[in-house]
C-alpha cells in the first residue's frame, strides 16, 4: 500500500502545477489570442502538458490500490483453487484495464500535440470525455 503514494505524489504534483499554469481549456471569446502575452501561451501549453501525467498517475494510483486487494486476497486464500484460477484472471483483469486507460488517456487527441495546442481551438479532445467514460467504466 506504501508503494501507491508514489502516483498519488506524482499526481499531487502534476495537477499542481496545471492549476498554477492554466490549460488550453479556456474561453476563447474572453481571451482572445491578441491579447495573450507569448509567456502565457508557454504557461498554458506547459499546464496542459501536466494534465496527461496527472491523468495517468491518478489511474496508476488507483491500479495500485486494485493490486493491494489481490495481494491480500491472495495471502487469505493462499491461492488455494478455484481461488488461485480466479485471482490470476484477475490480475490479467487489472492490467489490460489499466493498459486500455493508459490508451484512452494518451490516443483522444489526434495529432498528439492537439493536447497543448493554444491557438487555434485545439477542439473538444483536450476535455477528455473519452479517457473519463473509459476510466470510470474499467474502474468499476
Keep these: 500500500m506504501a508503494f501507491a503514494i508514489v502516483p498519488l505524489l506524482a499526481r ?3 495537477a499542481h502545477s496545471a492549476a498554477v499554469n492554466s490549460t488550453v481549456y479556456f474561453d ?7 491579447r495573450m502575452s507569448a509567456a502565457e501561451i508557454q504557461r498554458r501549453a506547459l499546464g496542459s502538458k501536466m494534465i496527461l501525467p ?3 498517475c491518478y ?13 491480500w486476497l491472495e495471502k487469505v486464500t493462499g491461492r488455494e483453487q478455484p481461488y488461485g484460477r480466479a485471482i490470476t484472471a484477475v490480475y490479467v483483469l487489472v492490467a489490460t484495464s ?10 483522444e487527441c489526434r495529432p498528439f500535440a492537439l493536447y497543448w495546442q493554444v491557438w487555434p481551438d485545439p477542439g473538444d479532445c483536450v476535455i477528455a470525455s473519452v479517457q473519463l467514460v473509459t476510466m470510470g467504466v474499467l474502474n468499476m
Design 12 to 14: 499531487l504534483a502534476c
Design 28 to 34: 476563447r471569446a474572453a481571451h482572445p489570442l491578441d
Design 54 to 56: 496527472a491523468r495517468i
Design 59 to 71: 489511474a496508476g494510483f488507483l491500479w495500485c490500490m486494485k493490486v493491494c486487494i489481490l495481494i
Design 98 to 107: 489499466f493498459v486500455g486507460v493508459v490508451l484512452s488517456s494518451l490516443l
